[in-house]
């Protein structure tokens, strides 16, 4: 890949540098230092999901696409590859029990590309072939006590394999809820669920954090135990300080202020982390900043607003990636996500804050839509540049014939785990 990459940036680096030259002398009579700008581009990292590497799927049908990953350990092949070619995804996150494997053998495999493991995500919202107890009715929730100790002793062995493996956080995602009026009392079902993550907190370690992940409705499609920032909220603060809230782009109504929902929590020290995607109508998991590119900018503006060394919080693309390769997917969201994080860096905010402050509603709105209107292209792609990545990621991994070396390889799949999500 290392030679692909050379000969593929051989032919852009002279249109790159006349087009850095451009934004530099734009950015400098805005009084903005680009080569600052590009530096802290340096700095970004969004953790890619094990199972984005595979094919999704809606609940209608799953169309496998050539090469899918067979394992954790092709699965970490592909990371590489994105990574590799984008500088911006130094690490991945596993699911669990997808992506049970040695550990040691899961490091070693990392290693091989420079990747970390990021937060670590349960699942209980599928039954496996060799479990006790079902989860048609819940998990954490359940109303039955042995199935709620089995759900809880699978997020302590995510915990488990975590360590092992370097992560320091686990996602709780659950889909226990309830599809009509009547089927479950919704007051005690949240008592059990909460009854169930005091256990599950009681077992993470002390540099360890819990994230709630809400999601307003699917599967349950008429109650869901955590189904808003509301809920999510009060699940942390009732169990203490490593316990955060985890927002989905794509886990909201349309057209909720998801931008006030992350800045809410920040204020309330409770935000843990954001997961990047894009929807139209609901949780469609689509690319990231294919539909809404100024709504993520929204959202990072807020990010980068609160900015701080105590903030340390976990980003994740979750995606579904149904007609494209996810390789493709990946990497194009990586570096959408990594644009609106440097385009709301160059917001001054001092000159925001003044046109606030004198009620300047036009000008304040202005300085937003100036930074998000800023082609930082050259930055993004100068930045990947020296840190040894791709300036155009897409056409040099095409120009690799990566896929096809894989797919003949690897046997066409079609079992768990590619990614319906
Ligand atoms: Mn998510």
Redesign the pocket.
Known sequence: MKTIIESENAKRIDDLNADYDAVCEQLDRRGIDAAAIKERAKTFGVAVPSWGTGTGGTRFARFPGKGEPRDIFDKLDDCGVIHTLTQATPKVSLHIPWDKADPKAMLEKAGEYGLGFDAMNSNTFQDQPDQEHSYKFGSLSHNDAATRQQAVDHNIECIEIGQAIGSNALTV?IGDGSNFPGQTHMGRQFDRYMASMQDIYGALPDDWQLFS?HKMYEPAFYSTVVQDWGTSLMIAQELGDKAKCLV?LGHHAPNVNIEMIVSRLIRAGKLGGF?FNDSKYGDDDLDSGTIDPYRMFLVWNELVDAESPDLNLSHMI?QSHNVTDPIESLMISAMEIQRAFVQASLVDRDVLTGYQNDNDALMASATLRQAFRTDVEPILQMARLETGGAIDPIMTYRQSGYRAQVASIRPKVSGAGGGIV
Do not use: G, M, Q, S
């Open positions: 995602w992940e989905d997961h979750d």
